[in-house]
């Protein structure tokens, strides 16, 4: 009697934790997949449902409540998108093609009036250890926060530890732009897939905006990502995120979580990225920009001459006015940085930055506004790097009066990583 009477009571306990943690997986799939006006299953099984604009996730932070979807009344084209690209240096004979399309819109087209969401299922979320851990990156801190805005320009990140790597679980290269008072950049991102991405972990190349000081900094960011945890699969898909306290307890990847307002029917976030670079073949790019209305307070974000959408001044306290640091490079998020075994996830294309065009992942036509008002490259750039035997960045110029090239990446575990 009294082992039925266990196995009843234990039987009652695994019901109810496994019951619960059903239910939670069902309310977070109700706050992220709203009702679709129109559904396109992608050729790459994706599932993009066509959301009422008004009726977006956004809406459901508390500070949103009753925000109204703002027109950008800007010059669409701040950063001089259909300008002709500067070459790059080294660049040998292939060309650089702009990506202006994804993967689902060959399937079809949203309507006006609506917005392309990537539909999240039971199994996106079933990955992560908690629903409420579902996209989003772990805790992280940026050192050189406290110290750079009392040298501005002449600030040398090198001497500083960004962070500390083998606690937050993050490898970063990148180089850095000091200021303070940044209120747009941009850059065009070399596409590639990087090989040997692990199912935990995951690698992007990126654009970010940072304020703040170093624990509870805020930040913007942009550029593509792979990253099997979230999406399931192994592509190069567009990606935007979003912190105001080091990931602590805000922010999220794309639209998992309340905060961007999205404005575009034509681009999805967290949508697939077709076609990739491939080594001494054809180079392909996003351009990346976003900029702040300085009325609103409002981050604007285009992708090539898409206008994708803002993040709300409101999210904000240090980004409400201006950036302090914007960066431009790659990351790798793993269990296993910092250890050994190391990660065999790598960073850009998989190899040294030393490779340089046609072989290393790049930023080029980098591009920052500030209180001048005028679109103009950076000048002073300091290049950071978590783990020089695993990830690499190089700096192409020969002077701060040249246009800056970055060449960035690696392949994570080799024999110098072990």
């Not at 093609?97 to 979320?125: L, M, Y």
């Not at 692990?198 to 792979?226: K, P, R, T």
């Not at 960073?347 to 001048?372: F, P, V």
């Not at 950071?384 to 035997?389: L, T």
Request: proline fraction near 5%; charge should be positive; charged fraction near 20%.
């Amino acid at each position: 009697m009294r082992l039925f009477l266990m196995f009843v009571i234990l039987f009652g306990f695994y019901s109810e934790a496994y019951g619960k943690g059903s239910l939670d997986i069902d309310m977070k799939l109700k706050a992220l997949n709203k009702p679709a006006l129109k559904t396109i299953k992608s050729e790459d099984g994706d599932i993009i449902d066509c959301i009422d604009i008004y009726k977006q996730h956004a809406f459901d932070h508390p500070a949103l409540r009753n925000h109204k979807i703002q027109v950008n009344k800007f010059y669409t084209h701040l950063f001089g998108m259909h300008e002709k690209k500067t070459k790059i240096l080294n660049n040998g004979s292939s060309e650089q093609i702009q990506i202006t399309s994804q993967v689902w819109s060959k399937s079809g087209t949203c309507p006006i009036g609506t917005i392309p969401v990537r539909r999240v299922s039971r199994e996106d979320i079933s990955r992560v250890s908690s629903p409420s851990h579902f996209g989003r990156k772990p805790p992280h801190r940026y050192s050189y926060l406290d110290n750079a805005l009392q040298h501005k320009g002449n600030f040398n990140i090198t001497a500083e530890k960004t962070n500390q790597v083998g606690t937050y679980f993050r490898s970063e290269a990148f180089i850095v732009a000091i200021g303070s008072d940044f209120v747009g950049a941009q850059s065009d991102i070399n596409v590639w897939n990087p090989p040997r991405v692990q199912a935990s972990d995951y690698s992007s190349a990126q654009i970010w905006l940072v304020g703040g000081v170093s624990d509870i900094f805020e930040s913007l960011e942009a550029g593509w990502m792979v990253n099997p945890a979230v999406f399931g699969d192994y592509r190069t898909r567009l990606f935007i995120s979003w912190t105001k306290d080091g990931y602590k307890s805000t922010g999220c990847i794309n639209l998992l979580c309340a905060g961007f307002v999205q404005t575009t029917k034509s681009f999805a976030l967290g949508a697939a990225i077709e076609p990739v670079s491939s080594s001494s073949h054809e180079q392909y790019f996003i351009t990346v920009s976003v900029f702040l209305d300085p009325k609103s307070g409002n981050w604007w974000l285009t992708c090539g001459n898409n206008v994708m959408g803002y993040w709300p001044g409101t999210l904000f306290n240090s980004l409400k006015y201006r950036a302090p640091a914007v960066q431009w490079g790659g990351e790798v998020h793993s269990p296993n940085i910092g250890k050994k075994p190391h990660t065999e996830t790598s960073m850009g294309s998989g190899q040294w930055a030393n490779y340089l065009y046609g072989e290393a992942c790049y930023h080029t036509n980098l591009r920052i506004k500030d209180n001048s008002l005028q679109i103009k490259y950076p000048k002073y750039l300091s290049e950071y790097v978590d783990e020089k035997n695993c990830y690499s960045t190089k700096l192409y110029r020969k002077t701060y009066k040249e246009e800056p090239h970055l060449y960035f990446g690696g392949p994570g575990r080799n024999r110098h990583c072990p």
